[in-house]
């Protein structure tokens, strides 16, 4: 957990360090951490230094506690050295410098984080990219959706697709990008279905609408959800007080049905929960070389990203897939539209939070990325950690933006008020709206915290 936030702290203050430099400011510290010194060198005007508290960094510029950006005038004369004597202009002093120089220094933290995160994970996809291997699998119906333009085209669960608009015998990955392209419009399809255990074909026609508008489009959008392994879903975790784990499930058991529908991926569980309306659920369930059947009533509540729904309260293993070397060009498009998904899931929380529809609990400080660091460095491979980094720098990037002060996005709304006003605002008023805040950011640091060690249940053995 340092080690990934004393890169993303790094990244961060390396970016106003360098934008500092290139405008011309005195940097007088680079700091990594923060207390007191451990070690350090000094080159120039600024002195390099890791200190005690590893949780965060800075760089301290000259003048941006305060001040005009001017300095005594420096005759030998020592009254002219007085507070009250001449003064010049200091070309070093970050209030000496135009407005917009200084809105620059306060955008490079976060944007330098932003290109830590589309750097990483170009990298990755380069590298090391992890693909469904059902994509590349001819295209079997997992489920259907209920009331959608799948269903009354009388597609099927099990249906094999051979034919899907001009695509003969496609694999998924044909369907989805054929559907992309076809988009409002209606198209032959083609299906082989088993029918009292003899093969059939099936023709229909299918209408795909785009409500995304080219978008994010999905084959969710008319209803189909591909099957994504052949086998019965592996449980590898329970969340306690949900319904699964008051049945008895277990990591390890595997669900081959619900209700005697054979499902194969947590999108179509969830999927198909939602057309039960909540009513009780036979699990049929693996265990041991044993088959048993157990009973759950599903719950309604947030799935931990803010959507609402039947859910029954476990985790399964992912599917099947296959590692590829995507080239640059597609790397870096790659990079850019999975960032872009990240991002919009980050303001759609702190939406949320804002209007109230979902709560603080949702937020996690250091222990929670610690704990979220554990996890991600023991599951195999490099994916789950730079997925993890890149997720974590776009936090602090898009975090760092709000317009609160003490943070880069108050310091640039500061300054967008004074270039308005055409005049600096008083460093009394600045002082106290500063002190307000460093009290509030403490307490919600604080309340995080606690928030995180909640979560931990170390009490748990305790009750009876």
């Not at 080159?43 to 300095?71: I, Q």
């Not at 943070?407 to 004074?418: A, K, R």
Request: charged content about 20%; some cysteine.
């Amino acid at each position: 957990m340092l080690i990934v936030l004393g890169i993303m702290v790094l990244v961060h203050e390396l970016g106003h360090f360098i934008a500092a430099k290139a405008f011309g400011v005195r940097v007088e510290v680079f700091s990594i951490g923060f207390g007191t010194r451990l070690f350090g060198f000094r080159r120039g005007d600024t002195d390099y230094r890791v200190c005690l508290l590893p949780l965060g960094g800075y760089v301290k510029m000259a003048g941006e506690l305060g001040g005009d950006g001017t300095v005594p005038l420096n005759s030998g004369n020592k009254a002219d050295k007085q507070e009250d004597g001449p003064r010049v202009l200091d070309p070093g002093d970050l209030n000496s410098k135009p407005r917009w120089q200084r809105i620059i220094i306060a955008l490079a933290g976060p944007v330098a984080n932003f290109l830590l995160a589309f750097g990483l994970m170009t990298g990755l996809y380069m590298m090391h990219n992890e693909v469904d291997r059902y994509l590349s699998e001819p295209a079997v119906i997992d489920l259907v959706k209920a009331n959608s333009a799948a269903a009354k085209a009388g597609l099927e669960a099990g249906d094999k697709i051979v034919q899907f608009d001009v695509a003969h015998d496609p694999t998924w990955q044909q369907v989805r990008i054929r559907a992309a392209l076809d988009a409002n419009s209606t198209i032959p399809v083609r299906v082989e279905r088993m029918v009292n255990g003899k093969s059939e074909d099936v023709s229909t026609h299918l209408f795909i609408a785009d409500p995304t508008k080219g978008q994010d489009f999905s084959l969710d959008e008319v209803g189909l959800i591909p099957r994504m392994q052949n086998g019965p879903m592996k449980v590898t975790d329970i969340v306690p007080g949900f319904p699964a784990a008051k049945a008895g499930l277990k990591p390890g058991d595997k669900v081959a049905a619900l209700n005697g529908v054979p499902l194969h991926s947590v999108i179509a569980v969830i999927a198909w929960l939602q057309q039960q309306h909540g009513q009780p659920v036979t699990m049929t369930v693996l265990r041991d070389g044993k088959t048993q059947q157990i009973t759950v009533t599903p719950k309604w509540g947030d799935d931990g990203s803010g959507q609402m729904g039947y859910r029954l309260g476990f985790g399964v293993a992912q599917p099947p897939y296959k590692i590829e070397q995507m080239p640059f060009f597609a790397a870096l498009r790659q990079s850019a539209i999975i960032n872009a998904h990240y991002s919009g899931y980050i303001l759609d929380v702190l939406h949320r939070l804002v209007t109230h529809k979902t709560g603080l609990q949702q937020l996690s400080g250091p222990i929670g990325i610690a704990r979220e660091t554990g996890e991600a460095v023991q599951m195999p491979g490099w994916q789950p950690l730079i997925n993890l980094m890149a997720l974590i720098s776009l936090n602090l990037g898009i975090m760092n933006l709000l317009p609160f002060p003490i943070l880069d996005g108050g310091m640039i709304t500061f300054l967008v008020i004074e270039e308005i006003l055409r005049h600096d605002l008083k460093i009394e008023i600045k002082e106290r709206i500063y002190q307000v805040a460093f009290v509030v950011l403490i307490l919600f640091f604080a309340f995080v915290m606690f928030n995180d060690v909640s979560k931990l249940n170390l009490f748990s053995k305790l009750k009876p």
